[in-house]
Structures are given as structure tokens and as C-alpha cells.
């Protein structure tokens, strides 16, 4: 069943990626004053929307994994932590893309970026934790660490955006301030991603589960 | 209550002991300190670098990496001859160990600040121009000491249970810093120009991020520490 569904998403992402491409590229208007930079807009914000999906799954299966122990969860977590890892990379190389014609500085420290960037650093440091072969020992403090690495991230924020902010609010609280066209282009890679990260999820999820039965064989053929 | 409190208090005089005892440890993390600071106010003027703005940040990267080597041996020296494991029995509670072994990591701290506070004041010739305002410099210097002892502490129980993962304390610690990085160094600088007004809020944040990172680990370090 589930194999059925994997493959039924990959056939989904057939066509919605390159649909997703059409509807940047030749359906949503050039921005007037950026040009054509602003198309990496798409795909940055989609990028850092999977990053922080990734990472509340991260803390959610955290919390499910001290409470149950299933390896099942912490593979969730694991996979999901791996996969944030290579989006949040993207956002943070389509950023400076953007940002070097248009703010003409490769990189300032914006709260959005600072987050970034440090939510980038606790990935990396929660994979390393959890490590390749992880023991039960590495697993249960994996998770101590997603769940506190999850709440430093508004600490993170707030307090760079205290100190200063330039990074454009493209969405606020008085609505989305984009061209109708530009909006239905954002909505759709963010879907088209959102499908992505669950497709990478469940292939990696299998990987892991595949990888952790061949430990067992092996040590079972050993014996 | 009170018998929770002299747990604490017991455990935590027995670290101190330790570490006053064995006094490798501490004095190690002094001459870093020391050697750091040196080497910070040094090659800044080899690069005529206008050093007194740059005081509070050289002050607070210097803590930072000197706790590291004050804060890593908290735990490991339990390991030897499973001593953490009379420890829990002795104590029935994981939060003791814990809060025992923040206050003890916060005193050595609070004692390497004020050899190498006074040091750095001096190497970089600090000229506050009579505004300085001490007491706003004394409640920064703790918050942040506070701050980087109880993350300090919640790691190091977590990174000693796996072995040939050292390198491991300062990656998992410095991302979690980073608020309490930006609060303290704001904080020391309006201390030097003596503008308490406007870094109050920032105090507020200071004292909320140390707050949670205290509480948050007395409910999590019953996994950390576990079996």
C-alpha cells in the first residue's frame, strides 16, 4: 500500500514540477522593478516554508519518540531533519542570489536570515547527534535536542528582529502583497514543494528501514 | 522542599570541591581565558582597530569559548567508576544533578570572569569617560554567565554518553547561544556608554531565555540522564 502511494506521488510530481516551472516562468508577470531576479522568489520562499515544516515535524516526532519509543517515529524525525537540512540550504543559496542585485550585499543580518541560518546550524548539529548507525543511547538525546533546538528558534528570531530588520514582509497580517498572478505562482510551489518534501520524506523513511533490516540480516547470517 | 534544596546544595558542594581540588581544570580554563584576550586586544592593535567598540564582543567571545573548557569536565568526571550512577541513586532525582551541577559551573564561570573581566579591561584600555554604568556591566555579565551554564550543563550531560563525540559541545551549544549572544554583547556595550533605558527590554529577554533554559531541562533530563 504504501509503496502504491509513493509512486503514485512521484507520478504527481511528474507533472506538477514542471508545471510548477510554466506557471514562474510564463504565467506570473516580471516584477517591474527587479526584473527577473525576483523569480527566485518561488522557489526561496517554498525552500525555507519546507525548512521550517521539516523542523516542526523534527520536534513533533522528537516528543512522540521519548514518549513511545518507536523507531518508526525517530526515522520520521531523522529523514525529516535531513531533508529540512538540503531546503534550508537552498533558501539560504537562492537568498544571496536575490539579494546581491537587489540589496546589493550578498548578506546581512536580517532576522530572517540570522534564523536561518541558525536553524541551518541546529539541522546539522541534530544529524551529527544522531549520527550515521545511531544506538538507542543517540536516538533519545537526538530527540532532547530537537525539542530545545525547536524552541530556541522564536528566541532566535525575536531577538534578531529587535536588533534589526530589512528583509522585505511579503506576507504580513494585513494579507499577501503580491499581483493576483504572482500570488497563484507562490501558492503553487509552495504546493508542488510541500509534495516534494512528502515524497523525499517516504523514500528516505524506507531507506532508513531498509538499511536497519540489513543490519539485521547481517547479524543474523554472522551468527 | 527544603530536603530537595540541600540535595542540591550537597551535590553542588562536592563538585566545588572538585573542582577547587582538582585544580587542573580551572586553571586551564583561567590561562585560555587569559591567553584569548591577550591574543584578541593584541591583534587588534597590530591592525589599528578601534578596540574599546569592540570590547564587549572580544569579552563575550572570550567567555564563550573559555566555559566550553570549564563546562566540558562537569559530567565526564562522573563517568569514571560509574559514579553517576551513585549519584542517581544517592539522589533519586535528575534534576538535583542537574541544578547542582548548573550552580557549580556558574561559580567557576562567575570566578573566570573576574580574573579575566579586569584583564581585558586593561589590555584594551578601556576609557568609559566616567558614564560607565557598573551595575547594568555586573547584571549582563550574569545573565549571560547563567545562560551558558545551564545550556552548558543540559548538553554536557548529553554529549558525554557518547563516546569519541567531543567535538560535538560546541556544535550543539553555540546555535542555542545565539540570542543570549546578541542580549549580553548589547547589553555590556550600553553599560560602557551608560544607557541603561535603552537595553531594559533586552534584559527582560535575557532573563526569560534564562529562565526557560533552566526549567526546560529539569523536565528533559530525566531522558537525558537515563538508565
Not at chain 1, 108 to 115: C, S, Y
Not at chain 1, 177 to 197: E, H, N, V
Request: glycine share 6%; proline share 4%.
Amino acid at each position: 500500500m504504501r509503496q502504491v502511494r509513493t509512486s503514485l506521488l512521484l507520478w504527481v510530481l511528474v507533472v506538477l514540477l514542471p508545471l510548477n516551472i510554466y506557471i514562474i516562468f510564463n504565467y506570473a508577470p516580471v516584477e517591474k522593478t527587479m526584473g527577473v531576479v525576483q523569480k527566485v522568489f518561488y522557489f526561496h520562499v517554498a525552500s525555507a516554508w519546507i525548512g521550517l515544516l521539516a523542523f516542526v515535524v523534527v520536534f513533533l516526532s522528537s516528543i512522540l519518540y521519548l514518549w513511545n519509543r518507536e523507531e518508526r517515529v525517530n526515522r520520521l524525525a531523522f529523514a525529516s531533519a535531513e531533508i529540512g537540512t538540503i531546503f534550508i540550504s537552498g533558501t539560504l543559496l537562492t537568498g544571496p542570489l536575490w539579494a546581491y542585485p537587489i540589496w546589493n550585499t550578498w548578506w546581512t543580518w536580517d532576522p530572517r536570515l540570522t534564523t536561518t541560518l541558525v536553524l541551518w546550524f541546529m539541522y546539522v548539529a541534530y544529524i551529527a547527534l544522531q549520527g550515521g548507525g545511531a544506538t538507542e543511547t543517540r536516538k533519545r538525546l537526538a530527540a532532547v535536542y530537537g525539542i530545545i533546538s525547536f524552541i530556541n528558534v522564536p528566541l532566535v528570531f525575536f531577538s534578531a528582529r529587535w536588533w534589526r530588520s530589512i528583509h522585505p514582509i511579503v506576507v504580513s497580517g494585513e494579507g499577501i502583497g503580491l499581483d493576483p498572478k504572482m500570488r497563484l505562482a507562490m501558492f503553487a510551489s509552495l504546493g508542488t514543494f510541500s509534495l516534494l518534501y512528502a515524497y523525499l520524506l517516504s523514500l528516505r523513511v524506507k531507506t532508513l528501514e531498509l538499511q536497519e533490516r540489513i543490519k539485521v540480516l547481517r547479524a543474523e547470517v554472522d551468527s | 522542599m527544603p530536603n530537595y534544596w540541600r540535595k542540591v546544595f550537597l551535590v553542588y558542594r562536592k563538585d566545588l570541591r572538585d573542582e577547587f581540588r582538582t585544580f587542573d581544570n580551572l586553571l586551564a580554563t583561567l590561562v585560555f581565558g587569559a591567553m584569548l584576550v591577550f591574543i584578541f586586544s593584541f591583534a587588534f592593535q597590530l591592525a589599528d582597530v578601534e578596540t574599546q567598540q569592540a570590547f564587549p564582543a572580544v569579552l563575550w567571545v572570550s567567555i564563550f569559548f573559555s566555559s566550553m573548557l570549564a563546562i566540558q569536565r562537569s559530567f565526564a568526571k562522573e563517568k569514571d567508576n560509574g559514579a553517576l550512577d551513585a549519584l542517581l541513586l544517592a539522589t533519586g532525582d535528575r534534576g538535583i544533578i542537574f541544578l547542582a551541577k548548573f550552580f557549580c559551573n556558574l561559580t567557576v564561570l562567575v570566578v573566570f570572569e573576574i580574573v579575566v573581566v579586569p584583564l581585558l579591561w586593561i589590555f584594551i584600555g578601556v576609557n568609559t569617560l566616567g558614564s560607565f554604568d557598573i551595575l547594568l556591566f555586573m547584571v549582563s555579565l550574569l545573565l549571560g554567565s547563567w545562560g551558558l551554564a545551564a545550556i552548558g550543563t543540559m548538553l554536557n550531560g548529553i554529549t558525554i554518553q557518547i563516546p569519541s563525540a567531543r567535538l560535538l559541545f560546541p556544535i550543539l551549544m553555540f546555535p542555542l547561544l545565539v540570542p543570549l549572544l546578541i542580549g549580553v554583547i548589547l547589553c555590556s556595550h550600553a553599560a560602557l556608554i551608560g544607557s541603561r533605558a535603552s537595553v531594559l527590554g533586552w534584559m527582560y529577554l535575557l532573563l526569560a531565555f534564562d529562565l526557560l533554559f533552566t526549567l526546560a531541562p529539569l523536565i528533559l533530563f530525566d531522558y537525558v540522564l537515563e538508565g
